[in-house]
């Protein structure tokens, strides 16, 4: 797989910034790609601004390097949608907030956390290549091996391609079980 | 021995195998994010496992002004709404109706938020409910689709955090001591953590107090914030008319020793002042007549500011009184207080927007809309309102908003709009004289 990499390493990037609340009200998941980092790329007329946000028409930006505590604010799921939908596989964190390191991994997409100075080293460099092993919940960058902090169950539904409703009907019984108690 | 939060999860766990499968015993659902969890659910043909631990309201989307909402995105994801509710069973809190309100006003108002229950709500300040010692949290549509399906979510266990609160001060409210959390501590501090709010501050605070601090858990970082169980929590409890059946198991939800908790952290408040955020995070503070700080010059360009200005410089333009965090009735009877013979300033747009119908109704009946009235504020029906401006209730473009509210976000109450998040007493302050001061 081929890898175009976007650096945008700024601490405490919330979810209002990455999909603003006017984009919050349609009904489908679908197409919130072009609405992604909004008032970043466009002007109170609507005019684009110069960044390189707007410089990914064809989708071709695939993994995104940014700082800490990414994503935190508000839990719209809306904030994933819209990053997969510009085109974003892997994002590559020094921390993510809870609630969007949950909803990107239930769109069965990557959240790789590193340390600060190595996301500098990564943005200083460039990434030359990326291999992921989900069997082993590793990826390796320009030969460097990082794990990907995920449960068991986590890794099954990303290596079935299955989602987390899935997974829990094997334990029905136990949920019914419990129900009887409560 | 063991915190409140493990004595609960423990309680609620069905399956441990490196992530928890906990029982959900209060879905709250809202428009904004249950939609595509409904078509989740239906692509997949199962239907609402228990309707009847599922409770909606309509808050975000719908005007507060009493008008029509013309809105046609927006009155989509109403109707989507009403249809998916009628269609599952699942009680609904329309627009106008007694039980109507913002999510996290209306369940402990109505007697649902109750002691040791899990409840989730696609909305980051579900913590909110965790003042009456529960393990409450925000969650995405995903996870809002497998609380439908199975009743349950799968979560990883956090760490616990006992933030210990102490000194007296009568200077100052709850609102304050988050503020303050934030601005000494950041807004990632609580990641990985179960936020414990508890000390003499705590034992002495109100249920509106507790669950304007612990709404703010999520701005701390943490997903969940909660207090202990006390009489406090059972007066509230009992005066709402709640179930109080499982009175022996709550009277256990206290954490039983301090050395349970993986990390402490003391928060003396005896010194404080009235804290008033200047940037764009809610840990961007200065207390009241305090200078603001050296930042990025993004920040400063964004809020119009420079470092070395005093906050209460500052030219408040628009006031805005309401929101989960400061939008219940004991915010309007305090906001009343500093209004009563006062004027809103003649520069100044305030509004003022109560957490539910119960709360509308009451101002009505004991002359407090006529009060804010006659000050000058405008009066809404309940909703979220300015607090994310999904409505008309946008605040203008490079003014200066006194705020109520948890968030500061560039764009978050209008595009380029500059918040202050603040208390109910600052916010009327800043009303009366359009820019901060200590005293009235």
Redesign the interface.
């Known amino acids: 797989m081929k890898y175009k990499v976007m650096n945008l390493v700024y601490d405490n990037i919330d979810t209002d910034i990455i999909i603003p609340k006017q984009f919050l009200k349609q009904t489908s998941k679908d197409g919130l790609g072009k609405y992604a980092f909004y008032n970043w790329r466009y002007d109170a007329k609507g005019n684009k601004k110069q960044t390189i946000l707007n410089e990914n028409d064809d989708k071709q930006y695939n993994v995104l390097i940014t700082g800490h505590n990414f994503g935190c604010g508000s839990s719209r799921e809306h904030a994933a949608w819209a990053l997969a939908d510009y085109g974003f596989d892997i994002i590559i964190a020094s921390s993510f907030s809870d609630i969007f390191y949950q909803n990107w991994l239930n769109n069965n997409k990557i959240p790789l956390i590193i340390a600060n100075d190595e996301i500098m080293n990564l943005v200083a460099e460039g990434i030359k290549n990326i291999t992921i092993n989900l069997l082993k919940k590793r990826i390796i960058i320009n030969d460097k091996c990082y794990e990907i902090k995920i449960s068991k169950k986590r890794q099954i539904c990303l290596l079935e391609d299955i989602d987390e409703i899935d997974y829990t009907t094997k334990f029905t019984t136990q949920i019914k079980e419990y129900e009887l108690l409560i | 021995m063991a915190t409140i939060f493990d004595k609960i999860w423990t309680k609620h766990e ?2 441990n ?3 928890s ?1 906990l ?1 959900i015993d209060l879905h709250l659902i809202h428009e ?2 249950s ?2 969890a409904f ?2 659910l239906e692509a ?1 043909k ?1 239907k609402v496992r228990r309707p009847e631990r599922t409770y909606a309201t309509m808050d ?2 719908i005007r507060t002004d009493g008008k029509k909402l013309d ?1 046609k ?2 009155q ?2 109403l109707k ?1 709404l009403i249809k998916n509710t009628s269609k599952y069973d699942i009680p609904l809190a329309r627009q106008g109706a007694k039980n109507h309100g913002i999510v996290h006003v209306i369940a402990p108002e109505q007697g649902l938020t109750l002691p040791g229950q899990t409840i989730v709500c ?3 300040h579900t913590a909110t409910h965790g003042a009456f010692a529960c393990i409450a949290f ?6 809002i ?2 609380v439908f ?4 979510l ?1 979560q ?1 266990k ?1 760490k616990n955090m006992g933030i210990q609160i102490i000194g007296l001060n009568n200077n100052i409210s709850a609102k304050d001591v988050i503020l303050y959390i934030l601005k000494e501590y950041g ?2 501090f609580g ?2 953590y179960a936020l414990e709010f508890f000390g003499k501050y705590i034992d002495n605070a109100s249920m509106d107090e507790r669950m304007t601090i612990c709404n703010m858990a ?1 701005e701390c ?3 969940y914030g909660l207090c202990a169980f006390d009489q406090t929590t059972y007066d509230y409890l009992k005066q709402v008319g709640a179930s109080l059946k499982n009175i022996e198991e709550y009277q256990d939800l206290h954490t039983d020793y301090i050395g349970d908790f993986d990390k402490i952290i003391e928060v003396n408040i005896s010194k404080i002042k009235p804290v008033i955020t200047w940037g764009i ?1 809610p840990s961007q503070a200065v207390f009241v007549n305090e200078t603001i700080p050296q930042a990025d010059s993004f920040t400063h360009d964004y809020m119009g500011l420079t470092s070395g200005t005093n906050i209460n410089e500052v030219k408040i333009t628009q006031v805005f009184i309401g929101s989960c965090t400061n939008g219940r009735l004991s915010d309007f009877i305090k906001a009343a207080c500093f209004l009563k013979g006062n004027k809103v300033h003649q520069d100044v747009r305030c509004l003022i927007v109560p957490g539910s119908q119960v709360i509308k109704e009451y101002l009505d009946d004991n002359g407090y809309t006529r009060l804010f009235e006659e000050a000058g504020c405008e009066v809404r029906n309940p909703g979220c309102s300015a607090c ?3 409505n008309n209730d946008t605040m203008p ?1 490079n003014e200066h908003v006194a705020s109520t509210s948890n ?1 500061n ?4 109450q209008g ?2 709009s500059r918040t202050h998040l603040c208390s109910v007493e600052m916010a009327c302050i800043a009303a009366i004289h359009g820019h901060f001061q200590m005293e009235v």
């Open positions: 069905i399956v195998d490196e992530e499968l029982y904004v994010t939609p595509q078509t989740m997949k199962l975000h989307s809105d995105i927006a989509g994801q989507a696609g909305d980051s925000g969650i995405g549509t995903s996870e689709a497998h399906a199975t009743q349950t799968w990883t956090p807004v990632s990641q990985g999520i970082g943490a997903k995070n994310l401006a999904m473009a968030r976000f560039e764009g978050r595009s380029l």
